[in-house]
């Protein structure tokens, strides 16, 4: 990190902005992933899976909060969302042709990917509420419908999509649900529109609406059978919300030296704001918060390595409200010490909040954990 990434950020932004295509990915990427995969240091994700670098989830925990210090960082060591979450169901659900063909590239870094649940014209933080349509037809499946927040659709390296739809509207409510293997060059996929976040369009990377057209896709494409979905997608979010909860952890770090660096050398009222009392309390507060959060977050990787994440859903719920609004609170202590310049591209705090602020709906919003949490304990007790 030290040696190539956080010195290559401003490289990437010079790159990128020189670059006639925004969504294409500055050339100091593919570098340094050569680099980093030279190192050994790639896919340091996948528990008990031969295929990634032999780590547990505890063990992941501290290189993924570092990673998530900068923006760049994931992609470089091929640990970076949604493509994490789309091998992981790959690893655990993908039939060998489908391992072959889509997990190989992936693990090799050579294509990125996109995961297709949300939808605009529902609430989708009640995933039985999707109305995507995928209907059989002979050898083959047609998909329609309208996705959006499709993270990484943008990107000319996204080749395949996993996409959640209804295949049978008449099956009890979590049996109606599966997923299913888009790959993005099928005619009738067309990404209409990048979506900002706060007016940052996340280029090259981004965020997309896209919609499906009677899409027709290999009835071998489907994963591991109709009516899977709701089980797919809890054995995906779990590792996927940790790994968002631990780079928030990072984010809050780097926001915090910000912070701290900041008072050392800023002067107001005639003494470095380092010495200002109600400065100090909003940086022993945020310390305090960090720690908190974080030995939350591994208490909750050693309960998915002891016990499974199915077991451990109480404490990764917990995690997935605490950790981005412990990341929200300090990057914007930080952003206030900075003053004007917290909030304008002299910094990373703006990107930061804003890329903060989603994770409190992405992966589920805050109120479908606290509800988790609730029924959980109210069972304990019951």
């Given at each position: 990190?030290?040696?190539?990434?956080?010195?290559?950020?401003?490289?990437?932004?010079?790159?990128?902005?020189?670059?006639?295509?925004?969504?294409?990915?500055?050339?100091?990427?593919?570098?340094?992933?050569?680099?980093?995969?030279?190192?050994?240091?790639?896919?340091?994700?996948?528990?008990?899976?031969?295929?990634?670098?032999?780590?547990?989830?505890?063990?992941?925990?501290?290189?993924?909060?570092?990673?998530?210090?900068?923006?760049?960082?994931?992609?470089?060591?091929?640990?970076?969302?949604?493509?994490?979450?789309?091998?992981?169901?790959?690893?655990?659900?993908?039939?060998?042709?489908?391992?072959?063909?889509?997990?190989?590239?992936?693990?090799?870094?050579?294509?990125?990917?996109?995961?297709?649940?949300?939808?605009?014209?529902?609430?989708?933080?009640?995933?039985?509420?999707?109305?995507?349509?995928?209907?059989?037809?002979?050898?083959?499946?047609?998909?329609?419908?309208?996705?959006?927040?499709?993270?990484?659709?943008?990107?000319?390296?996204?080749?395949?999509?996993?996409?959640?739809?209804?295949?049978?509207?008449?099956?009890?409510?979590?049996?109606?649900?599966?997923?299913?293997?888009?790959?993005?060059?099928?005619?009738?996929?067309?990404?209409?529109?990048?979506?900002?976040?706060?007016?940052?369009?996340?280029?090259?990377?981004?965020?997309?609406?896209?919609?499906?057209?009677?899409?027709?896709?290999?009835?071998?494409?489907?994963?591991?059978?109709?009516?899977?979905?709701?089980?797919?997608?809890?054995?995906?979010?779990?590792?996927?919300?940790?790994?968002?909860?631990?780079?928030?952890?990072?984010?809050?770090?780097?926001?915090?030296?910000?912070?701290?660096?900041?008072?050392?050398?800023?002067?107001?009222?005639?003494?470095?704001?380092?010495?200002?009392?109600?400065?100090?309390?909003?940086?022993?507060?945020?310390?305090?918060?960090?720690?908190?959060?974080?030995?939350?977050?591994?208490?909750?990787?050693?309960?998915?390595?002891?016990?499974?994440?199915?077991?451990?859903?109480?404490?990764?719920?917990?995690?997935k409200v605490v950790a981005p609004n412990v990341a929200?609170?300090?990057?914007?202590?930080?952003?206030?010490?900075?003053?004007?310049?917290?909030?304008?591209?002299?910094?990373?705090?703006?990107?930061?909040?804003a890329s903060a602020r989603t994770l409190r709906l992405?992966?589920?919003?805050?109120?479908?954990?606290?509800?988790?949490?609730?029924?959980?304990?109210?069972?304990?007790?019951?």
């Amino acid at each position: 990190m030290d040696r190539h990434i956080y010195p290559n950020e401003a490289v990437w932004h010079e790159q990128h902005a020189a670059q006639a295509d925004r969504w294409q990915a500055p050339p100091i990427v593919e570098e340094l992933k050569a680099k980093a995969r030279e190192e050994g240091l790639w896919n340091l994700f996948l528990p008990a899976s031969e295929l990634g670098a032999g780590l547990s989830n505890s063990d992941y925990a501290p290189l993924c909060e570092i990673m998530g210090r900068s923006f760049m960082a994931p992609e470089i060591f091929n640990c970076s969302a949604p493509d994490t979450g789309n091998m992981e169901v790959l690893v655990r659900y993908g039939t060998p042709e489908q391992k072959e063909r889509w997990l190989k590239p992936l693990l090799a870094g050579e294509i990125r990917s996109c995961f297709a649940m949300t939808e605009p014209d529902v609430a989708s933080s009640d995933a039985t509420n999707i109305e995507c349509r995928i209907e059989r037809d002979g050898d083959h499946y047609v998909v329609n419908g309208r996705k959006w927040w499709s993270s990484g659709a943008n990107d000319p390296r996204c080749r395949i999509a996993i996409l959640m739809g209804k295949t049978d509207p008449s099956a009890p409510k979590h049996r109606q649900q599966s997923m299913i293997l888009v790959p993005f060059d099928t005619p009738g996929v067309e990404v209409v529109r990048p979506l900002t976040v706060f007016g940052y369009d996340d280029a090259p990377h981004g965020h997309a609406e896209v919609t499906y057209t009677d899409v027709r896709v290999p009835a071998s494409n489907i994963l591991l059978g109709e009516g899977r979905g709701f089980e797919i997608a809890q054995g995906r979010l779990g590792p996927g919300r940790i790994h968002h909860c631990m780079r928030l952890i990072g984010q809050a770090e780097r926001a915090l030296e910000a912070m701290c660096a900041r008072a050392h050398a800023r002067v107001a009222f005639g003494k470095p704001l380092a010495h200002q009392g109600a400065l100090r309390h909003e940086i022993a507060r945020s310390r305090i918060e960090i720690e908190q959060a974080r030995l939350l977050v591994m208490e909750a990787a050693r309960r998915m390595d002891a016990v499974g994440n199915k077991e451990a859903r109480g404490l990764i719920a917990m995690i997935k409200v605490v950790a981005p609004n412990v990341a929200l609170a300090v990057i914007d202590r930080a952003i206030q010490v900075h003053g004007g310049a917290g909030v304008c591209q002299d910094h990373h705090l703006a990107y930061a909040w804003a890329s903060a602020r989603t994770l409190r709906l992405a992966d589920g919003p805050d109120e479908v954990h606290l509800e988790s949490v609730a029924r959980l304990e109210l069972a304990r007790h019951g």
